[in-house]
């Protein structure tokens, strides 16, 4: 089992910033990859971004050029960068992890932490 505990949601206005951040722990070699999906209300949850343990990364085309991902091997931590945030980013960010690269399977999930951007 591996477990995600993430940080740094909140409330920003528009233009503004954010980092969110997610530590794993537990059976770490089981994975290869990890990132966030986020889920509004009333909508799907969505890809957000995604990163593998080599460096290789995913960008749901909504977010490109505005967020970043990263990674510290060592802490077994990732990071998101939020820019120029949108109200239409407001939603519940959930950390994920899995294997099989940055399109693979996602086998777990954190508990989530709300991001609010307002107009």
């Known amino acids: 089992q591996v477990q995600l505990v993430e940080s740094g949601g909140g409330l920003v206005q528009a233009g503004g910033s954010l980092r969110l951040s997610c530590a794993a722990s537990?059976?770490?070699?089981?994975?290869?990859?990890m990132g966030w999906s986020r889920q509004a209300p009333g909508k799907r949850r969505e890809l957000v971004a995604r990163i593998t343990d080599g460096g290789s990364t995913y960008y749901g085309d909504s977010v490109k050029g505005r967020f970043t991902i990263s990674r510290d091997n060592a802490k077994n931590t990732v990071y998101l960068q939020m820019n120029s945030l949108k109200p239409e980013d407001t939603a519940v960010y959930y950390c994920n992890a899995g294997y099989g690269g940055v399109r693979g399977l996602i086998a777990y999930w954190g508990q989530g932490t709300q991001v609010t951007v307002s107009s």
């Open positions: 537990g059976e770490i070699f089981s994975i290869d990859a």
